[in-house]
C-alpha cells in the first residue's frame, strides 16, 4: 500500500526512493557529481575512438591496427556510461539504508583497460608513426 510521500513523489526510479531515509542532500549531489564525472569520461573515450577512426579515415593508407585501438575506446565508453548509473543507484541505496559505500567494481577494470589501450597507442605511434 502506498503512502501519500511515495504517491506524489515524482523521482525515479521508484524502488530506489521507496527505500530506508532520506540521506543528507549533500551526499546525494556528491553522488550525482560522481555519475557525472562518470559520464563525462565516457564521452571523453568515445570521443578519442571517434577522433582515431576519423584520423584513421583521412590517412593514405588506413590501418586495422588504428581501427582496433579507436573500438577499444568506443568499448570502454560504452561499458563506462553503461555502469555509471548502476554505480550511482547501488551508493544511493547505500546512503538510504545507512549501509557502507559499495566498492567500485568497474574503477580498476577501466584504468588497468586504459593502461593497455595506452600501450597499445604506443606500439601503434612507433610501428606505424600514425
Not at 568515445?46 to 593514405?60: F, I, R, S
Not at 570502454?76 to 539504508?97: D, I, K, N
Not at 580498476?108 to 589501450?117: A, D, F, H, S, T
Request: proline share 8%; hydrophobic share 50%.
Amino acid at each position: 500500500m502506498e503512502t501519500d510521500r511515495e504517491a506524489d513523489d515524482p523521482r525515479w526510479p521508484k524502488r530506489l526512493y521507496e527505500q530506508g531515509e532520506e540521506p543528507d542532500p549533500r551526499f546525494t549531489l556528491a553522488n550525482e557529481r560522481t555519475f557525472l564525472a562518470w559520464i563525462r569520461t565516457a564521452l571523453a573515450l568515445m570521443a578519442g575512438g571517434v577522433g582515431l577512426e576519423a584520423l584513421n579515415a583521412v590517412v593514405d593508407r588506413p590501418n586495422p591496427l588504428r581501427t582496433a585501438l579507436a573500438v577499444m575506446l568506443l568499448l570502454a565508453g560504452v561499458l563506462c556510461s553503461a555502469t555509471a548509473f548502476a554505480r550511482w543507484m547501488s551508493t544511493e541505496r547505500a546512503l538510504r539504508q545507512g549501509r557502507p559505500l559499495p566498492a567500485p567494481r568497474f574503477a580498476p577494470v577501466l584504468g588497468y583497460g586504459l593502461g593497455v589501450i595506452g600501450v597499445a597507442a604506443c606500439v601503434l605511434l612507433f610501428l606505424t608513426g600514425i
